[in-house]
Every structure is written in C-alpha cells, then in structure tokens.
C-alpha cells in the first residue's frame, strides 16, 4: 500500500467504516434517492420518452481501467509464493587404494580429484580404473553405488478477498539408487556384473475425475481400456510382430496382465490419461497437480449471522497423493538401439525396463465441507464431513485394493462460568467457584476395502464396518492443582462381511487428575 495507485486499488474493495458509521443514514438517503432516479431513467428510455439533444451527453465506463484494476487486485491476492527444487546425488566407490592427506586429497596421485572432493558426480568408476586408483583384485565383491534424490516442493497462499484465504501446495520426489559388481584388469578396463537400478516415485496429483464416480463402474472401465491400449503399446513397439493371440484377442507381446498394459490401464482409468494421445509409457510423471485449504471466516458480516454467532469458519481440504512403490531393474531386459524392448518373459510378454510392485493413488478430502462456530452464548459447535480413497494395483498378484471411507463428526461444548457450591468434608464446609465444561461428541464413521481380481473379473469385501460413537463428558476444577471428569462413551460396530460379528463397547466414570 506504499504505491498510491495500489493503495486506491486495494481500498476500493473494503468498505470504509468510519465514513459509513459517521455519514450512515445520509448514505442511505441518498443511494434510495439514487435508485429512484435511475429507475425513472430506465422506464424512460423503455417508453422511448426521452430524447437527447445534440449536446447530451452519456457517461460510458473506462473498460480499460476496470480491466486494469481488477487484474492488479487478482495480482495482489497472491499473499505469498515459494518454490524450490533440490537434487542430492552420493557415490560410495570400493576397492579404492589410496588414502587421503589433505581435506580428502592424495597429493602423489591427484586422487580422488577436486571434483569429487567438493561435491561433484563424475564417472568416478571409470576415471578411477583409467588412473590406477582401483584394486584390480578379483576377490573384490563389494557393490559399487550411486543415489540420487530429486524434490520439488511449491506453496502459495492467495486472499482473493478479505477473510477468504487458500493455500496450494505441490510436491514431487523421485529417488534412484543405481548398484553393481564390477572388476578392474590391470589394463585399467571395467567389467560390469548384475547392473540394478531401484528406487521409489511420489507426488501430489488431483483425482477428482474419479474420486465420485461409481467405483464398480470404474474397475469395468479399467479392464475394458487394456484391449486399446495393448494395441497401443504393439503399434509403437516396431519389435511387435502384429500377430493376435486367437484365444484373447490380444496381441502377442502384451496380453491382459502384461505389466505395461495394467500400468496404463491404472493411469487411464484412475488417473485420467487420454487413452490415445496420453502418456502412458512411464510411470514417472514430470509435473505435479496442486492440493488445496480453503479457509473463509466472513460469515458473520452477513446481516443476522452477527446476532447469532461470534464467529463462524468454513473450511476444506482437498489432498491426493500418486506413488510408485519400490521398482528395480529387469535384469532380463534388452532392447534395439532405438531403446524399444526385445525380450519376452514366460508368459509371452515384453520385459518392461522396469520391475514395478504396486501403484496407487491416496486421496481424502479432510474435511469435505466443515463448519467451526461460536455462538453469542458462548456455546462451540464443529460439524465435519471427511471422505478418502486409496486404490492400489499389485503387479504380484494383478489384483486392485480400494479402500473407502466416510466420516461425519458433529462437537458441541459449552462452559458454564463461575458455577459454585459448598462440600461439606470433615465437619468443614469448604466454598467451590470454577468453570463446569460440557463437552458432546458424535462421529459415524464407514470404510470398507475391497479387493478386485483383474484375471478373475472378481470383487469382494475384504473387511470394513460401520462404527456409531458417541461421548459425553463433565468436567470441574475443584482446585487448582485437581481436576473432576465424569464420562459416558459408547461404540457400535456393524462389520461389512459376514465371518464377523457386530459389537458394541460402554464405559463411562469418573476420572481425577491432579497435576504438579
């Protein structure tokens, strides 16, 4: 607000209290006169009543200028922005011979090398077999490693307007630790054993496409794509030979249960991907989707909401999460020079470059929709509905794990001030003045798993239940170093499957803390 221009373009949004306080009803006057004026105007025009003559004139609104302000005051909203990217990356070389002097230098033989000394990942393999560093014993089977990490991280905090504030988040991290024997000759040559890459994948993702859908229909849609997409896969895959399995329909080289084709379907169905034109040839996606907090307290500027409450807040929170569980290498993979796979596993499919055990995708909305208030009496009321979805597709068994929840929570409290009253104790009549706390919690809460064979086009209740809880609570400070609480919880518990039997638990008493 430093720059004048900004400053009117910022205060022209808010109200300007002391004016409306001090000049209120003469405001009101004169916009009721106003609104006559120019609802006179407008029958007018309608009739065709009123002519204008040559020097009349008709104020016309600077489009450019309202253009203007309100892309400064949508600038403005963005409060606060960061981001940032980093990238670690370690070597652990063995069979090295030499040992360091100074600050990790060996000064007789250059070695390792400032490079690799302050930080940097040269082939420090090869550069160390070429310069004579490494021991050329054959008996050497410690591993050569190298990690790599990469994260991306983004915030954002915009106020589109005054009590309304949301905050975006993004989050990207991808780990690869590559390991292999290896042994050096005497001619300084390298023979690489077993090379294995391993490593895992995660970032934020949005998954509303789906989230409401029906998920029995989205499972048939699942299997139904993968005919598409191993069409796909045997088009761009010039190794493909283009005959058709007779029994399947499925061309040779990707069947129903190939890992490509699965790992598609999942991004197709689950994550959206266009079937024809998306990527669906890695798993590792390159630009993560924002998460979301939505927070508004202006509730109680809306006329009658002030009498009612001292405070009200809405609130929601929109979090999904897509991973790749641990993947490694196929160490019977090859390929042509053109990086397309030639190698078929036992079943008649193309090794993928990569061995995947599990993708998934983790979302909740927490809550959906909540509502936190205070009311002029003083009395605290939250209600919250939280709803999440986590599906995950197994590779080991090509089976789909969906897990769904549901949760409806309804808190009430309420303080009685200063209540007091006498206890007699010891022919002693002793004098008691504290807040008396109520408190009312009511939750219900639902989540069920499912697990759905792909081959087997099967679906069936894991386990999941339905649970009522409810508690009531009391509690008075008799001193201030003691403290009463009496108590009532119950819990009801339906199962969803049948080899489990509904329960329900009651307790409730009285509890005294006394505090040091």
């Not at 400064?72 to 370690?90: E, I, K, T, W």
Request: hydrophobic letters at 35%; one cysteine or more.
């Amino acid at each position: 607000n430093s720059v004048p221009y900004l400053k009117k373009v910022n205060q022209s949004i808010l109200p300007n209290k002391k004016n409306d306080n001090k000049n209120g009803k003469d405001a009101k006057d004169k916009d009721k006169g106003k609104e006559d004026e120019d609802n006179q105007l407008a029958e007018e025009v309608q009739k065709g009543k009123k002519k204008h003559g040559k020097n009349d004139s008709i104020d016309k609104p600077d489009v450019g200028r309202i253009l203007l302000n309100g892309t400064v005051r949508l600038l403005m909203s963005v409060r606060n922005v960061s981001a940032n990217y980093s990238q670690g990356r370690a070597t652990t070389l063995p069979g090295y011979m030499h040992s360091a002097t100074l600050v990790g230098h060996t000064r007789e033989s250059s070695s390792p090398g400032f490079l690799f000394m302050f930080g940097g990942q040269p082939d420090i393999q090869t550069v160390g077999a070429r310069n004579g560093w490494l021991t050329t014993d054959s008996m050497m089977n410690t591993a050569y490693q190298r990690t790599k990490n990469q994260v991306m991280n983004f915030r954002a905090t915009v106020e589109p307007f005054k009590d309304f504030r949301i905050d975006v988040s993004a989050n990207r991290n991808f780990t690869e630790n590559f390991s292999e024997y290896f042994h050096v000759d005497a001619l300084g040559n390298v023979s690489h054993y077993t090379p294995q890459r391993s490593g895992s994948f995660s970032m934020t993702y949005c998954g509303l496409g789906t989230f409401f859908m029906n998920h029995d229909d989205l499972f048939q849609e699942f299997r139904a794509v993968r005919a598409q997409l191993a069409d796909r896969y045997a088009q761009n895959n010039p190794n493909c030979t283009g005959d058709t399995d007779p029994e399947t329909g499925f061309p040779v080289g990707y069947s129903a249960i190939s890992q490509d084709v699965l790992m598609g379907a999942f991004m197709t169905t689950y994550l959206k991907k266009d079937v024809e034109k998306g990527n669906i040839f890695s798993p590792f996606l390159k630009i993560p989707l924002p998460n979301w907090r939505l927070n508004y307290n202006g509730l109680t500027k809306i006329k009658g909401m002030n009498k009612v409450f001292q405070s009200f807040s809405l609130t929601h929170n929109y979090t999904c999460n897509y991973n790749v569980g641990s993947y490694s290498t196929n160490i019977a993979y090859t390929h042509d020079d053109e990086g397309f796979p030639t190698a078929y596993n036992t079943l008649g499919d193309f090794i993928a470059t990569h061995e995947l055990s599990q993708m998934a995708i983790s979302e909740q909305f927490a809550p959906l929709i909540g509502f936190d208030m205070t009311l002029k009496n003083s009395m605290l009321l939250k209600v919250e509905y939280r709803q999440s979805r986590n599906v995950s597709l197994s590779f080991a068994n090509t089976q789909i794990t969906e897990t769904t929840g549901k949760e409806i929570s309804v808190s009430a409290g309420y303080r009685f001030k200063d209540l007091a009253f006498n206890v007699k104790f010891a022919d002693r009549t002793h004098k008691l003045k504290s807040d008396l706390v109520l408190q009312l919690n009511l939750t219900y809460n639902s989540n069920m798993t499912t697990i759905r064979k792909i081959n087997q086009n099967l679906s069936q209740i894991s386990s999941g239940s339905s649970v009522w809880m409810a508690e009531v609570s009391a509690e008075y400070a008799l001193t201030t170093s003691l403290t009463a609480k009496a108590f009532f919880q119950t819990n009801i518990n339906t199962p969803y499957i049948s080899n489990s039997y509904p329960n329900s638990t009651t307790k409730g008493g009285l509890t005294i803390r006394f505090t040091f």
